[in-house]
């Protein structure tokens, strides 16, 4: 069975740090897109940032650009979020999905980012 | 790339029909054959339901279709049943490899 498991979220100040994490399996992970989507407490969802199946380009909402960076290691099944210099607005939960020409088939379970003072 | 329209409520009875709109523009829906919809209950992550503009991921009932004409897609639900009372949300391809998501319509079943 297809499996993307989160962790990593939790309470942050502004202006700080986070790195979010995602397990994957049960399937080929080096073969597809994997993207990060948010969603702001009762709003609407939001790509994020994109990663190609090698590593090799990454692409990211303006609002994240230069703040957040997506990387994946193909030999432990792995995808990761960091996250720098975060925001109020950055408040969301985090869902990790796998991509398939242009739609998002599986995801996981979503992890809570809350941006706070 | 703007967000794509979507009504914000749509409702009806057990076993009608009802369908939920989809409106963006030539850059986004219109140009594209990769329109998708989610299917989200509350406190849980979106469910993939349509994707292509009409095809289903196997699993999802038959009842969930999809369709598009020009810059619109819709989602229709037949024989609805109180499961399907949920929040609905479409995505399209927006060029550049940007995918972009309407804002969401909370279905209610009456």
């Known amino acids: 069975d297809v499996q993307l498991v989160e962790s990593g979220g939790g309470l942050v100040q502004p202006g700080g740090s986070l790195r979010l994490s995602c397990a994957v399996s049960g399937f080929t992970f080096s073969n597809y897109y994997m993207t990060w989507v948010r969603q702001a407490p009762g709003r609407g969802l939001e790509c994020v940032a994109k990663?190609?199946?090698?590593?090799?380009?990454?692409f990211y909402v303006d609002s994240v650009k230069g703040r957040f960076t997506i990387s994946r290691d193909n030999a432990k099944n792995s995808l990761s979020l960091h996250l720098n210099s975060l925001r109020v607005e950055d408040t969301a939960v985090y869902y990790c999905?796998?991509?398939?020409?242009?739609?998002?088939?599986?995801w996981g379970q979503g992890t809570l980012v809350t941006v706070s003072s | 790339q703007s967000a794509l329209t979507q009504p914000p409520s749509a409702s009806g009875s057990p076993g009608q029909s009802v369908t939920i709109s989809c409106t963006g523009t030539?850059?986004?829906?219109?140009?594209?054959?990769?329109v998708s919809w989610y299917q989200q209950h509350p406190g849980k992550a979106p469910k993939l339901m349509i994707f292509e503009v009409n095809k289903r991921p196997s699993g999802v009932p038959d009842r969930f279709s999809g369709s598009k004409s020009a810059n619109t897609a819709s989602l229709t639900v037949s024989g609805l049943q109180a499961e399907d009372e949920a929040d609905y949300y479409c995505?399209?391809?927006?060029?550049?490899?940007?995918?972009?998501f309407g804002g969401g319509t909370k279905l209610t079943v009456l």
């Open positions: 030539s850059s986004d829906v219109g140009g594209h054959n990769y």
């Open positions: 999905t796998r991509e398939d020409w242009w739609h998002l088939d599986w």
């Open positions: 990663i190609r199946p090698d590593g090799g380009q990454a």
């Open positions: 995505s399209s391809y927006a060029g550049r490899d940007t995918l972009i």
